[in-house]
T-cell receptor
Framework: NAGVMQNPRHLVRRRGQEARLRCSPMKGHSHVYWYRQLPEEGLKFMVYLQKENIIDESGMPKERFSAEFPKEGPSILRIQQVVRGDSAAYFC?????????????FGPGTRLLVL | AQRVTQPEKLLSVFKGAPVELKCNYS??????LFWYVQYSRQRLQLLLRHISRESIKGFTADLNKGETSFHLKKPFAQEEDSAMYYCALSDYNQGGKLIFGQGTELSVKP
């Protein structure tokens, strides 16, 4: 099992551009969580998704941010019209379906730099 | 409000010394507590979860509901323990999202 995969590992964008971050969960995992780590801060929850459903987006900024987890393919975190304050490390985690261990396994993160 | 506090940003000890990384939480439900570790240039890895009551790499952590604490301890630190340590809580009744502390950097000197 390759573990949780995220790409790209590093992403540089200019202000106003769009950023797309991808997360492939571990095989057999149907729950995906996104977290953001701003410089000098801990990880903050953003959104929790299951296949084709957003379960909890209470940590997502109201504007410019969206997330999806389609039936096929990776989960995508999309940031439109990026600003300098979006520069951070974005981590994805996955966990098995309900009934099994709910331990979250983390990907290596995507480090976004907005110039 | 749900909150996890790790009061020490940096903890520096010598090899062989005891280590205690502090974690306090504020939560009204029934949380599950975790310690995650991040070694240099590696991803976050689960170290301990309170319901397992196990010892991993010599580390233990006991949930103290009275003091709302989940401190991480190791009797004899090793240089390879140097890493960032994050305490986190989760309430599966709210989907299992993790609430993290700000992390403590442990530096073990030879």
């Amino acid at each position: 099992n390759a573990g949780v995969m995220q790409n790209p590992r590093h992403l540089v964008r200019r202000r106003g551009q769009e950023a797309r971050l991808r997360c492939s969960p571990m095989k057999g995992h149907s729950h995906v969580y996104w977290y953001r780590q701003l410089p000098e801060e801990g990880l903050k929850f953003m959104v929790y998704l299951q296949k084709e459903n957003i379960i909890d987006e209470s940590g997502m900024p109201k504007e410019r941010f969206s997330a999806e987890f389609p039936k096929e393919g990776p989960s995508i975190l999309r940031i439109q019209q990026v600003v300098r304050g979006d520069s951070a490390a974005y981590f994805c985690a996955s966990s098995p379906p309900a009934g099994g261990s709910r331990t979250q396994y983390f990907g290596p993160g995507t480090r976004l730099l907005v110039l | 409000a749900q909150r996890v506090t790790q009061p020490e940003k940096l903890l520096s000890v010598f090899k062989g010394a005891p280590v205690e990384l502090k974690c306090n939480y504020s939560y009204s439900g029934s949380p599950e507590l975790f310690w995650y570790v991040q070694y240099s240039r590696q991803r976050l890895q689960l170290l301990l979860r309170h319901i397992s009551r196990e010892s991993i790499k010599g580390f233990t952590a006991d949930l103290n509901k009275g003091e709302t604490s989940f401190h991480l301890k190791k009797p004899f630190a090793q240089e390879e323990d140097s890493a960032m340590y994050y305490c986190a809580l989760s309430d599966y009744n709210q989907g299992g999202k993790l609430i993290f502390g700000q992390g403590t950097e442990l530096s073990v000197k030879p």
